[in-house]
């Protein structure tokens, strides 16, 4: 899909043209800013100017620069390059001999930007210039009022009022970015002095990461939606097993990382993004959590479409596209679970799937992170576009279309290993009978003193199943007991984690237990379906691995394997 | 080794196989000084290390940057004793 849409934009030579204007050397930009391009299918052309030539290729109306006609330039400045010894030394001249040099330096700026701006019509973004970061006056270099800190602060703010009313003209934070690098990871004062390479080349890749920002917009590839897995992502914990007491999601502790998680969540909402909902669960025990949990920031009426059901994502993420009539994409899929986020990868290559870390404080970072929200001015329908589409709530639905998926499951590499009557495992195989609420047939809950007498029965077999896949190893997450008679067997308990639901791994268990009834010479295998409040995705299991119905009881159904 | 050709043949955009240790920019086209800088840069990621100034420009071949390499080593092997 994705070389696809590259080939086809190939084709039709429609190459983004890119400037990159310095005063040091910074060949590096353009393959590192190429390659960005490149991973998100956009291709480029990206002249950068000869060294130092910036002025010149501005000033000069037949310049290399016009006749490129780039329709983005980004100007970087080194300060050092651009000041000498006012900054290298600047106190070795008098305040007011620094103020006039900045003044000046301002001025010349100023006067480029505007030339540039009357002759070409691309967007420009120029970097602030980076701060120093130490001075000779010590601690008191903050006293100082035409001090080299206060002069280059002043600087960079001239030139952001520059950019405030001006549509075409961009600041990017060079001292933010720094920040976020790490001085000394910032610079190479080694390839500076060498090559006058101001930026070292770890910051040039980040700062091509960084451009990307500027990059979506021009291309039309604003997200505007935002798809949210639950568990996990919205609040610690499963609350189909643990119920909404049992969910970490608070101004406290370990609930706090998803407490400001869901806050972040609502900025954007609050800044247009539209928000959705796309959640393995029952609704029951969802719709409980947003409507009735104390500390859950999200609400109903932020979420455009709530999608929470037992099918795949994937289907789900065509449903959400189609109801809220908006392209798949122009869509965010945050999801904690590797295999969700593999699964839309595949299926649906054009929505942008963030991979959420394990590690819940660093959810608030991958959002802040997310360049992909940004426009190059809001307009009032820009920021009530999440409520708008909250208020539009329509409902229409699209038929499966998921043959593949059966394919996707082989791809996974799922693979397993059941044991019979492990006594290692007791106190896991006890807490996964009282803990697992959803696959569970008949959710009979066993201490652990009950299933070590079931293991030393003879009359009984314990199987549980450990699972992995080509994402990690789930570890124990399913079980049966079996109750062995002469000639038939009777499934007492029959349950899978909803972490490893969807990989169809309930059906390669039923027939490990199949095969061995067999090979004792078993007629048959009874089993029971006793629905509760939650179990309601086991409901059809026993149907679809090829039992029948025999009997009902009340609520309970049985039904028989004939071997 | 194996990992320095790799490095070396991404940024000169050249097969690994032209590369040994006598590889230099007499009598590698793609091999400028910008490059060297590229390779030196990608080589002290790699290897967790950091080349002098002084080193840096006394690159004229592969088999000079290797030597730096392995003087690394053994200071390490020693600090380690």
Redesign the interface.
Known sequence: MKITELDKKLKDGEKLRVSILSNFTIDALAKSLKEECLEECIDTDIEISPYSQYAQQIVEKTSALYKFSPKIIFIILDIENLLGDFFISPYSFDGNQREKVFNERFEEIENLLKLLEKRINSKIVVNSLLLPINSSKGILENKEEKGIKNLVGNFNKKLENLAINDGQLFIFDTNNFCMKEGYSNFVDKRFSYIADMKLSTSAIKNLAKEYLAYIFPLESRTKKCLVLDMDNTLWGGIVGEVGIGGIKLGPNSDGKPFYDFQKKILELFERGIILAINSKNNLDDAMEVIRNHKYMILKENNFACLKINWQDKVTNMIEIAKELNIGLDSFVFIDDDPSNRELVKKFLPEVKVVDLPKEPALYCGVLDELKVFNLFNLTNEDLERGKMYVDQKKRNFLKDSLDDLNSFIEQLDVKYDILDDSKKEISRIAQITQKTNQFNLTTKRYSEEEILKFIDSENFLVKSIRIKDKFGDYGLSGLAIIRKAKDFWEIDSFLLSCRVLGKKIEFSFIDEIKNDAKSQNIKGIIARFIPTKKNSPAKAFLNEAGFKLTGEQGESKEYLFEI | MKEIKKIVAKILEIEESKIDENSSPENIESWD??NS??IV??IE?YFKMK???EE??AVKTLGDILRVIKSRDLENTNGTK
């Open positions: 000084s910008f800088l590229m840069s990608e990621d080349f002098s100034t840096i420009l």
